[in-house]
């Protein structure tokens, strides 16, 4: 993976980290949603060097767990 794309899947996580921030009027189930699509999207862009369709899986699959967490 070259540098460039390093350099934006690390920028897509911290964007992610700080909106998370954000959430303190979210529900418990959404926040953790969203905290599973970010976890998800890292792991799934992670796993495959940088693919676009990685992340987005990864993103999808980690919201779906995230949700389904303690319901």
């Known amino acids: 993976m070259n540098t460039i794309q390093k350099l934006a899947v690390n ?3 911290l964007t992610l980290l700080f ?3 954000g959430c303190s009027g ?3 189930q959404d926040r953790n949603t969203a ?3 970010g976890v998800g999207a890292v792991g799934g ?3 495959t060097g940088g693919s676009t ?3 987005i899986g990864g993103a999808a699959v980690g919201g779906v767990i995230g949700h ?3 319901k």
């Open 68 to 70: 389904e967490i303690k």
């Open 26 to 28: 979210m529900t418990t």
């Open 53 to 55: 369709a990685g992340t």
């Open 35 to 37: 905290i599973g699509a």
């Open 19 to 21: 909106g998370l921030a």
């Open 45 to 47: 862009s992670v796993l």
């Open 11 to 13: 920028a897509a996580a």
